[in-house]
């Protein structure tokens, strides 16, 4: 089942023509595939049957709550990075007992809750944070399982602002100083350290840099062990990538110069697994853009078109509120019409309303030509899309619905502005 295709020239989600919505529901408008977020889930379980395991949702890459619904029905487990993320994961059904909670900078208050909500472990990111933890268990009277995070200076090769494991970023204990910081968490109180973990990166398109961790988790646990400290638990963290050029091909559609490629998730599991195995450890994963972003678009509609000098643009009511990888990132998504109606090509910017010369979806692209009143969608906005939308220039947030078969559902209310 293919979440997004054309038939007869306009594009379907699912059953559903998606030139059939703006009208009812606005734009801007964000829509998600059901059936394409549970086959992207089960595409990750499915090599993973051999190992003991866990996947856990990351939910930052998309935390609405029918989502976050399906992927607990499916039976997956929950990363979450807040307090926030921590309620809706509850909330949507997830067990406690597999909810891992991340993050380099948690408050008090929700290291509180996620001791009373008696989740999993809680990943603390240094020793200090460990200190916090032991403290707040101590109150509370309970025994606080923890997973330390290594940052294991290995280069994911992936944007900078998302790459994650190297020495020069924020995030985990120094691969050389976490054999110290295991046996420091051994003595504190009301600690008891259950596993180790390592995110490096998000968007990751090469296998190695995942080997390279798998390996070093691997090894670390045997050391962990012959220094006398039982580990079980590894979590592997997320980062798996997706496609995002020529998601669709059609005759009518420029072909895009892609030189990313992105492996199957089959590919990185079956370099992973045998590695991870070897560990003898209970292994979870923290996917978020593998399970949703290929499962949902944002729908916009041309304003206005216009050439500036020798530019052409094509101006949206979609913005960098709604989405904002390309401005922040220069992240790359495919757009395309909702009705194909031509085989002329034009280059254009395809651009929002904000006051920002950065407030961009596409540079210098050659898109179908397009002209006021048109309907376009964005491809590939299903994670770190709606999630990373904000108010900007006083914009309500859009609306997000989700289609299941020929059944549309409004799954989140667009924001009126009387809710600003
Ligand atoms: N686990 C941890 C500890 C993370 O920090 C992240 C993502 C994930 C799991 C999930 O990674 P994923 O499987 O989704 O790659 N806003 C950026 C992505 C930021 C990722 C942050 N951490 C974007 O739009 O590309």
């Known amino acids: 089942m293919e979440g997004f295709r054309y038939q007869d020239n306009e594009l379907y989600c699912e059953d559903v023509a998606l030139h059939e919505l703006p009208e009812e529901f606005g734009t801007p408008l964000y829509v998600y595939s059901k059936n394409q977020i549970i086959q992207n889930y089960r595409a990750i379980e499915e090599p993973l049957k051999d190992l003991d395991h866990v996947v856990c949702y990351a939910l930052k890459a998309n935390a609405n709550p029918a989502i976050l619904k399906i992927l607990a029905q499916e039976g997956a487990g929950a990363d979450v990075v807040s307090g926030g993320e921590l309620y809706l994961a509850l909330k949507a059904g997830f067990p406690p007992s597999r909810i891992t909670f991340a993050g380099v900078g948690k408050r008090d208050d929700e290291i509180e809750y996620a001791l009373k909500s008696n989740i999993f472990t809680i990943n ?17 009277g309970v025994k606080a399982r923890v997973t330390l995070r290594i940052n294991p200076d290995i280069d994911a090769q992936s944007h900078p602002y998302i790459t994650t494991g190297l020495k020069q970023n924020k995030f985990g204990i120094p691969a050389e100083e976490a054999v110290g910081v295991f046996k420091f968490a051994a003595t504190m109180q009301n600690l008891e350290t259950v596993g180790v973990h390592a995110h490096i990166g998000s968007q990751i398109t090469k296998i190695e840099p995942f080997v390279e961790a798998a ?6 646990v045997t050391s962990l062990r012959e220094a006398g400290m039982p580990i079980n638990h590894i979590d592997f963290g997320g980062g798996f990538a997706v496609q995002y050029l020529n998601v669709l091909t059609h005759e009518a559609l420029p072909v895009e110069p892609d030189n990313a490629v992105v492996p199957p998730l089959r590919q990185y599991m079956e370099a992973l697994v045998p590695v991870l195995r070897e560990s003898g450890c209970s292994v979870w994963f923290e996917p978020g853009r593998s399970i949703v972003a290929n499962a949902g678009v944002l729908l916009t509609k041309v304003l206005y078109t216009k050439e500036n000098g020798a530019k ?3 101006i949206v009511d979609a913005g960098m509120n709604d989405l904002i990888r390309p401005s922040l990132y220069g992240a790359y998504h495919q757009i395309v019409p909702l009705k194909l109606q031509t085989y002329e090509h034009e280059h254009a910017d395809v651009v929002g309303p904000i006051c920002e010369t ?15 009143d048109d309907y376009l969608a964005v491809m590939t906005t299903g994670a770190y899309g709606f999630s990373l939308a904000s108010n900007y220039n006083a914009r309500p947030k859009p609306a997000e619905i989700l289609v299941n078969g020929d059944r549309v559902r409004v799954i989140r209310e667009r924001q009126t502005i009387d809710q600003l």
């Open 124 to 140: 603390a990111e240094s020793a200090q944070e460990l200190q916090v933890i032991s403290r707040v268990a101590l109150r509370l």
């Open 215 to 220: 390996n070093f988790l691997t090894r670390f």
């Open 312 to 314: 052409k643009f094509v």
């Open 358 to 372: 950065g407030d961009f979806l596409a540079r210098d692209r050659v898109l179908p030509k397009s002209k006021r």
